[in-house]
Nanobody
Framework: QVQLVESGGGLVQAGGSLRLSCAAS????????LAWFRQAPGKEREFVAG???????YYAESVKGRFTISRDNAEKTVYLQMNSLKPDDTADYYC????????????????WGRGTQVTVSP
């Protein structure tokens, strides 16, 4: 099992940047597939970015070129650098982990943080 805690959210103007962090407990961090999801009010939870245990990275088309996911296995932390933020990026952002297949569906992730709120003003 692993516990995940997100941080780094806040309020930023359009065009600005934020860096989200997800700190994990446990000693097997490097064996987990990690991903960021987001959910805006009234919308479905959607995949944002992922970093699997083999080092592959994945992005949703809506954030490609603007967001960067990275992981530090020694520090047991995964990051999401968000640049050129848009009002449509406003959502609660969640860190998730699994030890199975690489996935973009939230249904396939077992472990979740409680989320951190990102608000982008026009």
């Amino acid at each position: 099992q692993v516990q995940l805690v997100e941080s780094g959210g806040g309020l930023v103007q359009a065009g600005g940047s934020l860096r989200l962090s997800c700190a994990a407990s446990g000693s097997a961090f490097s064996s987990y597939n990690l991903a960021w999801f987001r959910q805006a009010p009234g919308k479905e939870r959607e995949f944002v970015a992922g970093s699997d245990r083999s080092g592959n990275i994945y992005y949703a088309e809506s954030v490609k070129g603007r967001f960067t996911i990275s992981r530090d296995n020694a520090e047991k932390t995964v990051y999401l650098q968000m640049n050129s933020l848009k009002p449509d990026d406003t959502a609660d952002y969640y860190c998730a982990a699994n030890r199975g297949v690489v996935a973009r569906s939230p249904n396939q992730f077992i472990y979740w943080g409680r989320g951190t709120q990102v608000t982008v003003s026009p």
